[in-house]
Each structure stands twice: as C-alpha cells, then as structure tokens.
C-alpha cells in the first residue's frame, strides 16, 4: 500500500506525477486480464495435452493389443514349428538308423562277397592246398613218388605264376620237399602189386607135391608066340609088380597133406600174397619180406615146383622178394604248414574301413 501524498508539498520537477485511482484500476484490471490469459492458454494447454495424453493411450492400446495378437500368433506358429522340427527329428533319426542299418549291411554283403568271391591271391592258395593234400595223400596211401613229385611242380608253377614276395617261404618249402623226394628211390608199386594179384591167381593152378605122379612105363611088346602058361605066369608077375613101387629121388620126400586140408592150405597161401600185397601198399618192407619169405617157403615145401606153373610162381616171388622198398618216405608237413600259415594271414588281413554312421539327435 503507497504511501499518501502531501497536498501542500508542490511536485518536484522531473518527477513522475503520482498515478490516481482510474490508473491502479487500469493496472490491476490489466494483470487480471493477463492471469485470465495466462489462466485460459495454461487451460488450453492442459486440455491439449490431456487430448494428446488420450490419443496416445488409445494408440499404445491400439498397438499393444496388436502386438499381443502378433505375439500369440508367433507363439502359435513357434508352437506349430516346435511340432515340425520335433517331428523332423523324429524323421531324422529314423534315416539315420535306416542309413546306419543299410551300412552295416552293405559292410556285411561286402564280407560275404569277400568270403563267396575271394581274391586271385586266395584262389591260388586254396588250389595248391588242396594240390599238396592230394599229394600227400598219394604218398602216404599208394606211395606213388612220382605222382606226388608232379604235384609239388604244379603247386610251385602256379605260385611262380602269382608272383608275390609272401609266397616264399611257401615256394622254399616246396623246394625242400621236391629235393627230398627225389632221392627216393624209385619203386613201381603198380608192378608189384600186378605180379601179386598174378601170383593170387595162380595159387589154384599149381599141383601140390602130393600129387606128383611118375610118368606110365611104356608097355612092353608081347611076343610073338606064347604058350598058355607063360602068358598066365606073366599076368601074374605084372600085377605083382605094380603092387609095389620103387622110386629114386635126390630130394626129400614131399608132405602128405589130407585132401581136405589142401583147400585151407591154398587160402593161406593167398592170405599170405594178399597180406603182402597190403604191406608193400603201405610202404612197409619187413611185413612184404616176411610175407613173400613164407609164401616162397610153402610154395618149396607143399607144392611141385617141377612143373611150370609151379617155376613160374616160385621165380616171380623171388623177383619180388629182391626189390628193396624203402621203409619210409618223407611226407609234405612243411609245404602244407607253409601254405595254411599264408592263407591264415590273407584271411586275418584288415577289413577296408566302413564310414561312421551320424549320430542321432
């Protein structure tokens, strides 16, 4: 509140006359005008940003609720996805497997097919086995050196013909065998047993000593005239001369044997040429001696050895009984551990590599 002005103190000069009444109503009416003014555009301010307070919370609605939508229809195809990957896996899993069920297939038909369809180097090993057993089979059944001579010198041409370094200590081995077969000395087993089975069959043909007979005496010319009683006296003579027999002979007098024993006396003979037919198959020499040495004996001893049947028997024994046979002949255990011990390491070789199956998820 202004402070109130002298009446008799005149104004100074230069100085501003003091306002009256209608100019502080004026004032105040103006500072009341402006705060309405103030009051009206702060309303108005107000009011529009309450409006755009309003729109914005319309709009951020508007839009979270299609962001919501949005996001659920992300979940629901998230969801939709999860179900296609899951059951992708699942497809995925069981290609797998099938994949991994048709390698180990494959892994087996390629070891089938190795084992049905083996390789030329197998081929060739397998076919000089089974040579080297066939010869080994010769020489320990017939003894046939020859044969099994030519067996060793196939086996070997056919491992000459591989031409692989593995083979040899196989073809070493072979050499050792050939070597030591051919300082065997040759025996024709076939002819021994042919002369045998001849000699069998001439058991039944030659005569025992027993039944050796003189030859008939030539008869004598009867003269020309003879008178009765001397023809009766030499009748009488004639049949008692025959009813005794004399005989010179420089060697000992043969057995007799019974008529029913010269059939098992035959038989043993045949027993004994068979027995020794059996032995010189088998290679073994004292047997074949010892047989041919008694059925010489019995042939001196029990049948007649001045007929021709009888020579012929008892020199063919003898030639058999001269041959020497060895007792032993050497047998391919060497070349047949060679070959299975290179077949075993050709089947024991490592298998070629199958690739990994992928691992399931």
């Known amino acids: 509140m202004s402070d109130p002005v002298d009446p008799a103190v005149p104004p100074q000069a230069g100085a501003p006359a003091p306002a009256g009444p209608a100019t502080r109503l004026a004032s105040r009416g103006f500072v009341a005008g402006a705060f309405a003014l103030a009051a009206a555009g702060l309303l108005a301010v107000w009011l529009d940003v309450r409006r755009d307070v309003h729109l914005l919370r319309e709009e951020s609605a508007r839009r979270l609720a299609a962001a919501e939508a949005a996001a659920a229809q992300a979940r629901e195809r998230g969801n939709r996805l999860d179900g296609e990957v899951r059951e992708a896996q699942a497809k995925l899993a069981l290609l797998e497997a099938r994949v991994g069920e048709s390698q180990s297939q494959q892994a087996a038909l390629e070891a089938l097919y190795r084992e049905l369809a083996p390789s030329r180097d197998d081929l060739a090993l397998a076919e000089v086995e089974q040579i080297l057993l066939i010869a080994n089979q010769q020489l320990a059944l017939a003894g046939n050196v020859p044969a099994a001579l030519a067996a060793l010198q196939l086996a070997d041409g056919k491992l000459a013909r591989l031409d692989r370094p593995q083979v040899a200590p196989l073809r070493r081995a072979l050499a050792r065998d050939v070597e030591r077969l051919r300082a ?5 087993i076939t002819a021994i047993t042919l002369k045998l089975d001849a000699a069998i069959a001439q058991v039944d043909t030659v005569p025992l000593a027993r039944d050796e007979r003189l030859p008939p005496p030539k008869p004598e010319a009867p003269p020309a005239e003879r008178p009765a009683w001397r023809r009766l006296l030499d009748d009488a003579w004639d049949e008692l001369r025959s009813l005794v027999r004399l005989e010179v002979s420089e060697r000992p007098m043969a057995p007799l044997v019974a008529r029913e024993q010269a059939y098992f006396l035959r038989e043993n003979l045949r027993l004994r040429l068979l027995s020794a037919r059996v032995a010189i198959l088998g290679r073994q020499q004292a047997s074949f001696k010892a047989d041919l040495r008694a059925a010489l004996a019995w042939t001196r001893q029990y049948f007649d050895m001045r ?55």
């Open 307 to 361: 007929t021709k049947q009888g020579q012929a028997l008892q020199e063919s024994l003898g030639q058999m009984l001269a041959i020497a046979v060895p007792d032993d002949l050497p047998d391919l255990a060497a070349s047949l551990d060679a070959v299975r011990a290179l077949k075993a390491v050709q089947e024991h070789r490592a298998p070629p590599p199958v690739p990994p199956s992928r691992p399931g998820r």
């Open 184 to 188: 065997v000395p040759f025996v024709d």
